[in-house]
C-alpha cells in the first residue's frame, strides 16, 4: 500500500521563478492538503483540495495557486518566488470529511536564492 | 482564534523512562480533535495519537498516551519507556469543527518541541 510521495524531495530557486510542486496522494484517499514549514516553525496550511476543487485556504497569497487531479494526485504552484518561500512544503492526504487522519509526505525542501 | 500552544522548546530524558510534552489549545468551538505527530530530522510527519472533543476516555496508541484535561484546554502527550528512536520533534495539532463530507478541516499546529533521548 504506497503512502503519500512527493517530487522533488529538494529544489534550488531563484527569486522570481517559478515552480510547481506534486503529491500522490494515498491508494484510496480523495483529499490532499498543503503544508508550508519553514525552518524551527510547525507547519501552516496553505489549501486543501477535494473533488478538483479547493475547498478551504489559509492566509497566504494569491501566488500560491494548486490543482488536483481525477486521480486525486494534486500540485502546489508558486509564482514569483520570494526568499521567505524557502520552506518545507509538506502534502497530507485524506480521506474526505470520513477520516480524523492525515496521511503526509516526506515534504519537498524548497531554497529560494 | 484557534491557537495551539507548545510551551517547551526543548526536552531531554533518560531512555526507558517517561516522558510528558505539553500542548494547550483555545478554540470556542464544541467539536474539535486534538492530534500529536512526530517529525524526526527526515522531514515526514508521523501521526501518533489522536483525541476527539467528545471522547470521555484518554486516547491510547501503544507507548503513547493522552492526557486529555477539557476544563483545562490541554492536551499533553505522554511517552513511556522512551527509546533512542524517540529522538524528534513533536507537534501538537488542532482541527477545529466536526468531519463532514469534503470538509476535512485544516489543522492548526504548535511550534513543536524538540525531544532528546539519552542513551
Known amino acids: 500500500d504506497a503512502g503519500v510521495t512527493q517530487s522533488p524531495t529538494h529544489l534550488i530557486k531563484t527569486r522570481g521563478q517559478q515552480v510547481t510542486l506534486r503529491c500522490s496522494p494515498k491508494?484510496?484517499?480523495?483529499?490532499v492538503s498543503w503544508y508550508q514549514q519553514a525552518l524551527g516553525q510547525g507547519p501552516q496550511f496553505i489549501f486543501q483540495?477535494?473533488?478538483?476543487?479547493?475547498?478551504q485556504r489559509g492566509n497566504f497569497p494569491d501566488r500560491f495557486s494548486g490543482h488536483q487531479f481525477p486521480n486525486y494526485s494534486s500540485e502546489l504552484n508558486v509564482n514569483a518566488l520570494l526568499l521567505g518561500d524557502s520552506a518545507l512544503y509538506l502534502c497530507?492526504?485524506?480521506?474526505?470529511?470520513?477520516?480524523?487522519?492525515?496521511?503526509f509526505g516526506p515534504g519537498t525542501r524548497l531554497t529560494v536564492t | 482564534a484557534q491557537k495551539i500552544t507548545q510551551t517547551q522548546p526543548g526536552m531531554f530524558v533518560q531512555e526507558k523512562e517517561a516522558v510528558t510534552l505539553d500542548c494547550t489549545y483555545d478554540?470556542?468551538?464544541?467539536?474539535?480533535?486534538l492530534f500529536w505527530y512526530k517529525q524526526p530530522s527526515s522531514g515526514e510527519m508521523i501521526f501518533l495519537i489522536y483525541?476527539?472533543?467528545?471522547d470521555e476516555q484518554n486516547a491510547t496508541e501503544g507507548r503513547y498516551s493522552l492526557n486529555f484535561q477539557k476544563a483545562r484546554k490541554s492536551a499533553n502527550l505522554v511517552i513511556s519507556a522512551s527509546q533512542l528512536g524517540d529522538s524528534a520533534m513533536y507537534f501538537c495539532?488542532?482541527?477545529?469543527?466536526?468531519?463532514?463530507?469534503?470538509?476535512?478541516?485544516?489543522?492548526?499546529w504548535g511550534l513543536g518541541t524538540s525531544l532528546a533521548v539519552n542513551p
Open positions: 478554540t470556542s468551538d464544541q467539536s474539535y480533535g
Open positions: 483525541q476527539g472533543s467528545y
Open positions: 491508494s484510496g484517499h480523495d483529499t
Open positions: 497530507a492526504s485524506s480521506l474526505g470529511g470520513f477520516s480524523y487522519e492525515q496521511y
Open positions: 495539532a488542532m482541527r477545529e469543527g466536526p468531519l463532514n463530507a469534503g470538509n476535512n478541516r485544516k489543522l492548526i
Open positions: 483540495y477535494y473533488e478538483e476543487e479547493e475547498r
